[in-house]
């Protein structure tokens, strides 16, 4: 019986495809990779800067989250001061931050920037007319120093507190808990209307001094809802814009989560998706 032939190997490998450019002969797959990366980038940086608010709703977070919040504004009207803070003074708060980085202002710490923040927001709603929401945004944050954590108990400054949890723009994560970081806000909030900075030396303090400030008018919100924070988010931006600041277009979003409220630099991808603003959070650290 006579050995069998070894078998042939067969090579079920498909060949590469190439193109020819001029005498070099190049893979597609690589380059088909290369451009579309290369469009990815460039993608990236012409779709439009954003500036991105999130606002947090009191009904839809967890009972935990609702006891938190109780403990802060008291159980008579709870859900009617959260909005009052949340969906009326912080959206102005928030946009505070967002003129600070479009118009290259004073680059200051975390603890600074959060209490300019708040000076902004009591002086801006002053000057629109507001003062009777302020006076109810005082009776709040007076009643939520008290209550929220033992610091006020403990004679601890506010700003010290932030200090110490901070170095510089970065901050340490342990320090955004219910007790600490949400007393830090109240007692800068409670100074900034104690303060009563008006806004023009406010607006100085951040560095701005190519700005006039329009005659001021009167903007009443009368109740507070979802809808409520979108409007004066537009009326705010069309105000920045006639005092010849500059502001993007402003996105505006809704959590369930009643802690989360925040803005961030973003860019609206392919003007479709929004994606961190990478391009300037590296030029803002500079």
């Not at 932030?162 to 340490?172: A, L, Q, Y």
């Not at 005659?215 to 919100?221: Q, R």
């Not at 802690?259 to 391009?279: G, H, I, P, Q, T």
């Given at each position: 019986m006579g050995k069998a032939s070894p078998k042939t190997k067969t090579n079920n490998?498909?060949?590469k495809k190439t193109i020819k450019i001029g005498k070099t002969e190049i893979e597609l797959g690589p380059l088909v990779s290369t451009v579309v990366f290369i469009l990815l980038i460039i993608f990236y940086f012409i779709s439009p800067r954003v500036y991105s608010i999130t606002t947090a709703l009191y009904g839809k977070g967890s009972a935990e989250d609702q006891a938190n919040v109780t403990t802060a504004m008291g159980s008579e009207n709870t859900e009617k001061r959260f909005r009052l803070y949340f969906q009326w003074y912080n959206v102005i708060h928030e946009l505070g931050h967002g003129l600070l980085y479009y118009n290259n202002g004073n680059k200051l710490s975390f603890v600074d920037e959060e209490q300019l923040a708040n000076d902004f927001a009591v002086a801006y709603w002053k000057y629109y007319g507001e003062e009777e929401k302020l006076t109810e945004l005082h009776d709040i944050v007076n009643y939520a120093v008290e209550h929220v954590g033992t610091n006020t108990q403990n004679g601890i400054d506010y700003m010290q507190l932030?200090?110490?949890?901070?170095?510089?723009?970065?901050?340490?994560d342990d320090f955004f808990n219910f007790n600490d970081y949400g007393w830090f806000q109240f007692s800068s909030v409670k100074h900034a209307i104690e303060t009563d900075k008006d806004l023009e030396t406010v607006l100085k303090e951040m560095g701005f001094t190519n700005f006039k400030l329009t005659?001021?008018?009167?903007?009443?919100?009368e109740s507070i809802d979802e809808d409520t924070s979108t409007q004066i988010i537009n009326d705010a931006a069309e105000n920045f814009?006639?005092?010849?600041?500059?502001?993007?277009?402003?996105?505006?979003?809704?959590?369930?989560?009643?802690?989360?409220?925040?803005?961030?630099?973003?860019?609206?991808?392919?003007?479709?998706?929004?994606?961190?603003?990478?391009?300037?959070?590296?030029?803002w650290m500079i």
């Open positions: 490998q498909k060949p932030g200090r110490e949890n901070s170095t510089g723009r970065s901050v340490n005659e001021p008018k009167t903007l009443k919100y814009r006639a005092w010849g600041l500059k502001y993007p277009e402003t996105t505006h979003h809704f959590s369930n989560d009643p802690n989360m409220n925040s803005s961030k630099s973003a860019v609206k991808y392919l003007w479709l998706f929004e994606f961190a603003d990478y391009k300037y959070i590296f030029t």
